[in-house]
């Protein structure tokens, strides 16, 4: 089947950093794949996406480069600010199966301390 | 601006009553999701619907209910079944594949 797997929090840095929170995945076909961030007390916020092998999804300085080899989809951040202090999602969405749900990983809690 | 609103944010419930969580998006989509989301813990799907007056249930749909009668709006009841219903609900909707969840900001539900 189609699944998510995310290491494990909480992931405490001090601020400036060097930020990889890693993502696998399993399945069939080819999907796309998603990183999403939560902030407390909010919803879920779109970070950046990849539809295909070798393509690399970035926002706000975050990074993400889909490998099918190795299937994975890890987050990477060059510098960390306290302002990343969040949740994050990775996610995936196996297209022709299971009726246009995304798959969610657990979530990785992020602290980041001055 | 398009987007998803729920109301209320917070939302508290005595026990034995049913509550109805609000969801609304003016994006024109067509598929809409929500979500019980616990302290700590990740999403899990309760009820989906991928076109008006058409729904399915998700991984833990027990004690709820909701309906898709216009395709703007998702509403979401939570019964009395449902027995341990204090948690934080999202309600996300998408265009179609390839676009990922535009999501709510969400409703705390505490029962008191």
């Known amino acids: 089947g189609n699944s998510v797997t995310q290491m494990e929090g909480p992931v405490t840095l001090s601020e400036e950093a060097f930020l990889t929170i890693n993502c696998t995945y399993t399945?069939?076909?080819?999907?796309?794949l998603f990183w999403y961030v939560q902030y407390p007390g909010e919803g879920l916020q779109l970070l950046l996406k990849?539809?295909?092998?070798?393509d690399k999804g970035s926002n706000k300085g975050f990074e993400a480069t889909y490998r099918k080899e190795t299937t994975s989809f890890h987050l990477e951040k060059g510098s960390v600010q306290v302002s990343d202090s969040a949740v994050y999602f990775c996610a995936l969405d196996p297209l022709r199966e299971y009726g246009n749900k995304l798959v969610f990983g657990a979530g990785t809690i992020l602290r980041v301390k001055s | 601006d398009g987007g998803i609103t729920q109301s209320p944010k917070y939302l508290f419930r005595k026990e034995g009553q049913n509550v109805t969580l609000s969801c609304e998006q003016n994006l024109n989509h067509d598929a809409m999701y929500w979500y019980r989301q616990d302290p700590g813990q990740g999403l899990r799907l309760i009820y989906y619907s991928q076109i008006v007056n058409d729904f399915q249930k998700g991984d833990i749909a027990e004690g709820y209910s909701v309906s898709r009668e216009k395709k703007e709006s998702f509403p979401l009841t939570v019964t009395s079944a449902q027995k341990n219903p204090t948690a934080f609900y999202l309600c996300?909707?998408?265009?179609?594949?390839?676009?990922?969840?535009?999501f709510g900001s969400g409703t705390r539900l505490t029962v008191v």
């Open positions: 996300a909707s998408r265009s179609g594949p390839l676009f990922g969840y535009t």
């Open positions: 399945a069939t076909g080819y999907p796309s």
């Open positions: 990849a539809t295909k092998a070798d």
